[in-house]
């Protein structure tokens, strides 16, 4: 129902933003100096402008959309994009800060995973365990590939020192 901005030091309640639905799981990102929060189901995705005393929700709330909100994967922002696969495999990408829908489109599977990014490519993994790879350098949607595990996928991936961490069910893969 809101997001709560607090003091790390003191724990004072510094502002609030209404307008995200009761159960909110996906963590909030920031970029180009928004907070970015989704809520679902049926929630919103929304842009805030930190800041502020209070009940900021009409001075501080930059966009909103009300469609494709997930349930569980967490945005991502790269660039001047901000991307999301809902949880019955819906993917929007939205221009940041302004808030345009650039694209939507319907992908294979269900998501639970969020995605993460690298060296200008995208990396959104369903719960089949297809990861499909898309152009993070452009306002189209751009398919690079897709690659099947063959297992169970419900946690995110991870990037580091070069290596692509997938964890399935069973298995903990490092792919180079």
């Known amino acids: 129902e809101k997001l709560d901005a607090y003091d ?3 724990g004072e309640r510094l502002w609030t933003v209404r307008g995200l639905a009761r159960e909110c799981i996906p963590t909030p990102v920031f970029g180009h100096g928004l907070l970015y929060a989704v ?3 049926n929630g919103n995705h929304i842009a805030i402008k930190p800041g502020g005393r209070g009940d900021v929700t009409e001075s501080h709330v930059v966009w909103k959309y009300d ?3 997930s349930f569980v ?5 790269v660039g001047d994009r901000y991307y999301l696969a809902d949880d019955k495999g819906i993917m929007g990408c939205w221009e940041v800060p302004s808030g345009k829908l ?3 489109k319907r992908l294979t599977g269900r998501f639970t ?5 690298a060296d200008g490519k995208l990396y959104f993994v369903n719960e089949a365990g297809s990861t499909l790879v898309l152009d ?3 306002n189209d949607y751009v398919e690079l590939s897709r690659n099947d595990i063959g297992e169970e996928v419900l946690s995110s ?3 580091s020192h070069g290596c692509f961490f997938l964890r399935t069910s069973r298995n903990l893969f490092c792919i180079k």
Do not use: E, N
């Open 39 to 41: 809520s679902g189901p």
């Open 157 to 159: 991936p991870a990037i």
């Open 113 to 117: 995973a969020s995605p993460v990014s």
């Open 102 to 104: 650039l694209w939507r």
């Open 73 to 77: 994967p967490s945005a991502i922002v």
């Open 8 to 10: 790390p030091g003191s």
């Open 136 to 138: 993070a350098t452009t």
């Open 67 to 69: 469609r494709g909100t």
